[in-house]
T-cell receptor, first 111, second 113 residues
C-alpha cells in the first residue's frame, strides 16, 4: 500500500463547476499538507499549504484536512479553463527531510 | 525573493552519452536541495537530496549520481545514459531547519534516443 493515494483521473468538468480533488494517506505522523498545481511541461507550483487539521481558503481554492480520517481535499469553486492542470498532493511529518507525493490528478475544465 | 534555475530546458542525447544537469538557487542560504524525475503521466520520483555541501542522499540506486559543489548548486550526472533515463527532471529547494514546503524549478526535459 502506498503512503499516499491519489486518483490519477483524468477528471473533466464544465467551466463554472465545483471541483473536488482528494488524497488519502496511511501515516498518522503526517502534519504538513500541500497541494501543488503543475501545468503541462512546467514545474509544480505551490497552491495551498495547511498545517494539521482544518480548512484554509485562498480565493477560489479551499484546502481541507481531516486527520482523523487521514483524508485531504482541495476544492476549486467557479472553475476556469485556466485551472486545467495536474494537481499533486504532498505531505510530511515534523522534521522530515522529504515530502511524500500523490501520483497527481489530471484535471480539464471545459469551456 | 528566492529563485531557482535549471538548465538546459530541453536535452536530446544518444544512449551511452554522459549527462550533466545543473540547478542553482538564489536568495537563500544553505537550502535543502532535491532532484526528482517525472515520467510521462506519472508522479514524482525522488532521486537525490542534499542538506549541505558535499552531503548527498540517494533514494533510488540507478544510473545517476548527484553532487553539490557549492551551497546553492546541485548537479545531476550520468556517465552513460540509458533509454530509461528519459523523463522530466525537476530540482527543488526547501528552507533548512524549518518549513516543509518545497519549491520547484522549471524542469529539464531529457530525451534519450
Amino acid at each position: 500500500q502506498k503512503e499516499v493515494e491519489q486518483d490519477p483521473g483524468p477528471l473533466s468538468v464544465p467551466e463554472g463547476a465545483i471541483v473536488s480533488l482528494n488524497c488519502t494517506y496511511s501515516n498518522s505522523a503526517f502534519q504538513y499538507f500541500m497541494w501543488y498545481r503543475q501545468y503541462s511541461r512546467k514545474g509544480p507550483e505551490l497552491l495551498m499549504y495547511t498545517y494539521s487539521s482544518g480548512n484554509k481558503e485562498d480565493g477560489r481554492f479551499t484546502a481541507q484536512v481531516d486527520k482523523s480520517s487521514k483524508y485531504i481535499s482541495l476544492f476549486i469553486r467557479d472553475s476556469q479553463p485556466s485551472d486545467s492542470a495536474t494537481y499533486l498532493c504532498a505531505m510530511s511529518g515534523r522534521g522530515a527531510q522529504k515530502l511524500v507525493f500523490g501520483q497527481g490528478t489530471r484535471l480539464t475544465i471545459n469551456p | 525573493s528566492q529563485t531557482i534555475h535549471q538548465w538546459p530546458a530541453t536535452l536530446v542525447q544518444p544512449v551511452g552519452s554522459p549527462l550533466s544537469l545543473e540547478c542553482t538557487v538564489e536568495g537563500t542560504s544553505n537550502p535543502n536541495l532535491y532532484w526528482y524525475r517525472q515520467a510521462a503521466g506519472r508522479g514524482l520520483q525522488l532521486l537525490f537530496y542534499s542538506v549541505g555541501i558535499g552531503q548527498i542522499s540517494s533514494e533510488v540506486p540507478q544510473n545517476l549520481s548527484a553532487s553539490r559543489p557549492q551551497d546553492r548548486q546541485f548537479i545531476l550526472s550520468s556517465k552513460k545514459l540509458l533509454l530509461s533515463d528519459s523523463g522530466f527532471y525537476l530540482c527543488a529547494w526547501r528552507l533548512a531547519g524549518g518549513g516543509e514546503t518545497q519549491y520547484f524549478g522549471p524542469g529539464t526535459r531529457l530525451l534519450v534516443l
